[in-house]
């Protein structure tokens, strides 16, 4: 049974869209998700002419098409931005130096320059390294606060005016979800926002915040492009826990739940955030401050980051 | 998802279709967790059909527009398995 593309009824559908439900083949799949992300691009205003804009680049899915879509519309449209690809080495052997390979190949294929920061360069130690001393346990945790901040420094050493990554609906949904869960307001107010940090001298930006994980899979899938699907060996399993299946499981029951989740979370407003509310309640958030250790930003004015489990 | 199939990217199967009717994508999942899937099930499949997050492909269609479990597949026909629960 043949369904011919519900948009130029002309080519074989090949997939249904999660958000619209439309059927579309593949040309005119295409030309939909891209649109739909330039409009998401123009419409938050993510960039301005003449931008620095590092692009996280971790091989995996997500950062492979993000590089694929920015360099297209970047063209497509004349942005005018100076695009680069930004890739943190955290030193996992048979992990991330392979999924490296594929950021250099990408570096080839999109043209743009690659810049590489590892954390023996910036801290000291690699993963590899940590795991030997601290185990498996909460590892990710670890690893996951030690990338951002090396993304940050990274991006700030080559100059860049911001930094996109390539985070998807269905991990702004699962983040959302997270932050109910863990009664966690401050986090609430802000986490559907796709900048963050627009005061802080490298904001960044989310231009897949809408684009659903299953249409960014298809895409890759479709257009074969090169990225890489091997799990991390400390947590080959890891998939993210009980928010993402749960995020899978309202999405089979009803596609348009994930981008319902992220509408929600835009609508809440936390007194104290966002210009409401008196400043009692301001005064009542829990404050960011900045680690003694390292002086980079922490959830709690005064305690420390991550920086006390190092062995020095 | 090639983590849970021995590292195999791709596998030709002979599934042995019962009772002489017409193989479903459904018939070909329980098969292939039975016969071909080496480690953790869970990852694969959720009761009878594939684990959210999991996309399905027939021939290189959503299998949403081929009638997803109830999917005809004959001979020569590929179902492709893709995983979107690893980083991005
Ligand atoms: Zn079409």
Redesign the pocket.
């Known amino acids: 049974m043949v369904r011919l593309?519900g948009?130029?009824c002309?080519?074989r559908a090949v997939l249904r869209r999660p958000k619209t439900a439309e059927q579309?083949?593949r040309?005119?799949f295409y030309a939909a998700l891209e649109e739909e992300v330039h409009q998401t691009i123009v419409g938050a205003r993510l960039f301005r002419p003449g931008e620095r804009v590092a692009v996280a680049a971790s091989g995996g899915k997500d950062s492979t098409v993000l590089a694929h879509m920015l360099t297209t519309l970047n063209a497509r449209y004349n942005y005018g931005l100076d695009l680069f690809l930004l890739s943190i080495d955290e030193g996992i052997s048979g992990y991330r130096d392979d999924s490296l390979e594929t950021v250099k190949r990408n570096e080839e294929t999109y043209k743009i320059p690659l810049h590489v920061f590892s954390y023996k360069d910036l801290y000291g130690w690699t993963m590899d390294e940590i795991v030997r001393e601290i185990g498996t346990r909460s590892n990710c945790t670890f690893c996951g606060v030690f990338r951002r901040q090396a993304l940050d420094r990274g991006a700030a050493l080559v100059k860049a005016d911001k930094i996109a990554t390539g985070h998807n609906a269905d991990d702004v949904a699962e983040t959302v979800l997270l932050n109910i869960i863990r009664g966690d307001v401050p986090r609430l107010g802000r986490c559907a926002n796709i900048v963050t940090g627009e005061d802080s001298p490298l904001p960044r930006v989310k231009p897949f915040k809408y684009t659903y994980e299953k249409e960014i899979v298809m895409y890759a899938y479709f257009k074969k492009l090169d990225y890489f699907s091997t799990e991390c060996i400390y947590a080959p399993y890891a998939a993210r826990g009980f928010a993402r299946e749960f995020v899978k499981d309202l999405e089979a029951a009803r596609p348009r739940a994930i981008v319902d989740l992220i509408r929600s979370a835009e609508q809440f407003r936390v007194p104290g955030l966002d210009g409401v509310g008196n400043a009692a309640a301001a005064a009542a958030l829990p404050q960011p401050g900045n680690c003694e250790r390292c002086g980079y930003i922490s959830s709690q004015a005064g305690s420390a980051c991550l920086w006390e489990i190092i062995p020095s | 998802m090639e983590l849970l199939f021995g590292n195999q990217k791709t596998v030709e199967a002979d599934i042995p279709v019962s009772n002489g009717g017409q193989l479903t994508v459904a018939e070909a999942m329980a098969w292939a967790r039975d016969n071909l899937l080496t480690e953790r099930p869970e990852l694969f499949m959720k009761g009878s059909s594939v684990r959210p997050g999991v996309l399905v492909l027939v021939n290189d269609t959503d299998w949403e527009l081929c009638g997803e479990l109830e999917a005809e597949v004959a001979e020569g026909d590929r179902v492709t398995f893709i995983s979107t629960l690893h980083g991005g």
């Open positions: 593309c948009h130029c002309a080519q579309l083949c040309e005119c």
